[in-house]
């Protein structure tokens, strides 16, 4: 089965609305990151998040390690937030990050 | 700034023939390089992790023989996708871990878009 689900699949937002994304794990993370996809294609690291919380700008993330599950809160979205934010797991102790992505949730912003 | 450069960032290639895509790491030495393939409608997969002086280890679906790579310094990975074909369409990311930052944190390039004709 997949070992990284995301929710929901897609989201529609109108611009200043607030976003709240899921990731559910099957197996224990040494490491957890929130990546932002582009339009484009391209990458982009916002969070590294194994456990707790953590805030950057807009973006607040919540890792509660025991029950294998986070959540990416972005606050006052824009339309240029739109796009798709993937959550990927590492399970190895390895120190390159053997990272292992869910299918991402696809959000698009409305002004 | 881009911490990791990769090229070409698209490409295309007719159907049997080989193509080789470039990481490159800026301003800091990767020993360790990861490349991913998001195909369309699929999420990303891992094609194989290199190490420098170490050999490389290739995930289940992907093998040295389709998907050589090279990883000849600290900088620099190279990979190449040999006989093409439409299964192999995609985008392909390179990640490299930043040195100093928390351990397994990867940071990726914009990747390669590979198109088959």
């Known amino acids: 089965g997949q070992q990284v689900q995301q929710s929901p699949a897609s989201l529609v937002l109108q611009e200043g609305e607030n976003a709240e994304l899921q990731c559910n794990f099957s197996?224990?993370?040494?490491?957890l990151q929130w990546f932002y996809q582009s339009p484009g294609g391209s990458l982009v690291s916002l969070l590294s998040n194994p456990s707790g919380t953590k805030h950057t700008g807009r973006l607040t993330s919540t890792t509660v390690t025991k029950e294998r599950r986070s959540s990416l809160h972005i606050s006052s979205s824009q339309t240029t937030d739109s796009g798709t934010y993937l959550c990927?797991?590492?399970?190895?102790?390895?120190?390159?990050?053997?990272?292992?992505f869910g299918r991402g949730t696809r959000l698009q912003v409305y002004a | 700034g881009a911490l990791v450069y990769q090229y070409p960032r698209r490409t295309i290639c007719k159907s049997g023939t080989s193509m080789r895509m470039e990481c490159q790491a800026v301003g800091f030495q990767a020993t360790s390089v990861a490349w991913y393939r998001q195909s369309p409608q699929k999420t990303f997969e891992l094609i194989a992790l290199?190490?420098?002086?170490?050999?490389?280890?290739?995930e289940q679906n992907f093998t040295q023989e389709k998907f050589p790579i090279s990883h000849p310094n600290l900088s620099f990975s190279s990979m190449t996708v040999l006989n093409a074909y439409l299964e192999d369409r995609g985008l392909y990311l390179c990640?490299?871990?930043?040195?100093?930052?928390?351990?397994?944190?990867?940071?990726f390039g914009a990747g390669t878009r590979l198109s088959v004709l």
């Open positions: 990927a797991i590492d399970i190895t102790a390895q120190v390159v990050g053997q990272l292992t």
């Open positions: 990640g490299a871990r930043l040195p100093g930052k928390s351990q397994n944190t990867l940071y």
């Open positions: 290199s190490t420098v002086n170490s050999a490389i280890k290739y």
């Open positions: 197996s224990t993370a040494t490491q």
